[in-house]
């Protein structure tokens, strides 16, 4: 993994940490969670968050 790519799965886990916790508060859905998931893994193409994507919350 190099330097752009590190950053980007940093940028990616920080982002996807902030809105998990949106979700346990209930202050999104878990579709509207899924949507920004989908949004954030195009936007940052993350190498380890494509894996966890799919793993359920719980």
């Known amino acids: 993994?190099?330097?752009?790519?590190?950053?980007?799965?940093?940028?990616?886990?920080?982002?996807?940490?902030?809105?998990?916790?949106?979700?346990?508060?209930?202050?999104?859905?878990?579709?509207?969670y899924t949507i920004i998931d989908t949004k954030m893994l195009q936007k940052y193409q993350p190498l380890l968050g494509t894996l966890f994507a799919a793993q359920p919350l719980t």
Request: hydrophobic share 35%; charged share 35%.
């Open 1 to 32: 993994m190099n330097e752009d790519q590190f950053e980007r799965e940093k940028l990616y886990q920080a982002t996807m940490n902030m809105f998990r916790s949106m979700l346990k508060k209930g202050l999104i859905t878990e579709e509207q």
